[in-house]
């Protein structure tokens, strides 16, 4: 006899449990790595003092600081959406989408789309970071740029080094990690959910794309980061392929890594690399032509490979 499919839960329920996995996953898996720690080489008390320093200072155990960064993305990002399918499978929601019919060259768009969007980006980035709140905002501003400040250091003392063993831990915990957990969590389950609850995709993807920005709490980084989960957003609801946008978050986080590679290389110090040196105004005209241009170009190869499979099932 042929298995019917069960009920799909509502996105509420959905949504429930998919966060009930967060905190049971985080607290599980972030004490466990803890304790290992603890027990192969420090005390737990002297792990706590230091944990609080690395995570939250930049400084400190750099083993301890990367054996969290990569639980955290683990526990927080990843198996919760795993997990969740798992839990779901029986119905006919597919969280993680991967699609056999994406053609290689929507993988090579991806990447050129960020290459081309570059310039755009960084600008919108110099702005955000000169932002201003009103003068009754004060004691506000000050804690972001507090929160500010600390992700800088421990950013700083992530990526300004010039070992190779470093790069290839920073290539894992800043890159390929975050890249696979996010894009699982964000556009992969949570993007699903709100696409249950509210019917127009624009509406979904924006929302998700904010709710991505928020939970980094990088206030002056808020507007280029909530543009890249928008792009991604789009990415997989254009292809029904949950790599294509973690192919283009983790280049967007490798270049980081790599260019701050360089910058150590060369003696360079983390606020040189920060300091941007503005494009001519006509580098920003011809990469707004490109981004659309390239943009427009995955948009309608999506179309046609929809089409075209549509005919085909039909």
């Keep these: 006899m042929q298995s019917l499919k069960s009920p799909t839960n509502s ?87 991967m699609s056999r019919n994406t053609p290689t060259l929507f993988f090579g768009l991806a990447v050129f789309f960020l290459v081309a969007f570059s310039p755009i980006m960084n600008l919108i980035g110099e702005w955000n970071r000169d932002m201003l709140l009103p003068e009754s905002w004060n004691g506000v501003e000050s804690w972001m740029r507090q929160k500010e400040d600390e992700m800088a250091l421990l950013t700083e003392n992530l990526v300004m080094n010039d070992s190779l063993s470093r790069l290839a831990l920073n290539l894992l915990t800043i890159a390929v990690l975050p890249a696979i957990a ?27 794309a904010i709710i991505f920005s928020a939970i980094h709490v990088q206030f002056f980084g808020f507007l280029p980061r909530m543009l890249l989960g928008a792009i991604f957003g789009y990415m997989l609801v ?34 040189q690399l920060m300091t941007d040196d503005p494009y001519h105004i006509s580098l920003y005209f011809v990469s707004l032509i490109a981004s659309v241009a390239v943009g427009w170009y995955f948009y309608r190869q999506s ?3 929809k089409s075209k499979l549509w005919n085909q099932a039909g």
């Design 11 to 97: 996105p509420g329920v959905s949504l429930v449990i998919l966060f009930g996995l967060v905190l049971l996953c985080s607290f599980t898996l972030q004490l466990v790595a803890l304790l290992g720690y603890a027990a192969i080489f420090e005390n737990v008390g002297d792990l706590l003092v230091a944990g609080q320093n690395a995570l939250a200072l930049g400084s400190g155990n750099t083993g301890f600081m990367y054996t969290m960064l990569a639980t955290s993305s683990i526990s927080t990002f990843l198996l919760p959406p795993i997990i969740l399918q798992i839990i779901e499978r029986n119905s006919a929601i597919q969280y993680l989408p």
């Design 182 to 208: 996010e894009e699982f969590f964000f556009r992969g389950a949570l993007q699903n959910i709100l696409g249950r609850w509210i019917a127009n995709k624009h509406v979904v993807i924006w929302v998700t």
């Design 238 to 271: 254009l292809t029904n392929n949950i790599w294509i946008p973690i192919l283009a978050h983790f280049v967007n986080n490798a270049t980081v890594v790599f260019v701050a590679f360089y910058y150590s290389k060369k003696g360079y110090s983390y606020q």
């Design 303 to 305: 179309t046609k490979l």
